[in-house]
């Protein structure tokens, strides 16, 4: 069955890079398409983009250009989601979610970041 | 970006009682191939969104039929006909239609 494993919680420092990871197992990851969310809790979603596992394809909102890199390991199934120069503003519970033909079908369960000195 | 308004921002209901839920957008989500990539998507408290409904009125996989979506444009309804007690939590539209995809402001169903 289909399966999104998200790494785990980070707790890091305002000004550095953390790297997340979401390992699928289940379906073709190599032809599929990723997407990564964020919500800082008790308020709503935001898209950050969407990268195809394909050919390692990207779109992004334009809020997170910058901000957000996505990428993809094929030979390990794995997505992964760059967040540079962060800040407490970027400190939330970050989703992969994959896309299926018409709608996001299968979601991570969550990664927690907390930016703090 | 695309505003979608979503009303009332938390709905008590009591087991069985049928409840709606409302969600506006600031434009046409109707795209030139005639498809309206409108969702709703139910968030338990902890946990990750679950989808319920996709284009508008089509069920998710696995999702009860107590559940139903309706609406054209930019007006569209959740309706949950009687509803249970792990339907709490809250609920969000989201669009796809105009990049980038947006969501609504959440919908936080609670149980008499």
């Not at chain 2, 990049?99 to 936080?108: C, H, N, V, W």
Request: proline content about 3%.
């Amino acid at each position: 069955q289909v399966k999104l494993q998200q790494s785990g919680a980070e707790l890091v420092k305002p000004g550095a890079s953390v790297k997340l990871s979401c390992k699928t197992s289940g379906y073709t990851f190599s032809t599929s398409y990723m997407s990564w969310f964020k919500q800082i809790p008790g308020q709503s979603i935001e898209w950050i983009g969407m990268i195809y596992a394909g050919d390692g394809g990207t779109g992004y909102n334009q809020k997170f250009k910058g901000k957000a890199t996505l990428t993809v390991d094929t030979s390990s199934s794995t997505a992964y989601m760059d967040l540079s120069s962060l800040t407490t503003e970027d400190s939330a519970v970050y989703f992969c979610a994959r896309w299926e033909l018409w709608y996001f079908d299968f979601w991570g369960p969550g990664t927690m970041v907390t930016v703090s000195s | 970006d695309v505003v979608l308004t979503q009303t009332p921002s938390t709905l008590s209901a009591t087991i069985g009682q049928s409840v709606s839920i409302s969600c506006r957008s600031s434009q046409s989500l109707l795209d030139s191939a005639g498809n309206t990539y409108l969702y709703w998507y139910l968030q338990r408290p902890g946990q990750s969104p679950q989808l319920l409904i996709y284009l508008v009125s089509n069920l998710g996989s696995g999702v009860p039929n107590r559940f139903s979506g309706s609406g054209s444009g930019t007006d569209f309804t959740l309706k949950i006909s009687g509803v249970e007690a792990e339907d709490l939590g809250v609920y969000y539209c989201m669009q796809a239609t105009h990049a980038p995809l947006t969501f609504g402001s959440g919908t936080k169903l609670e149980i008499k």
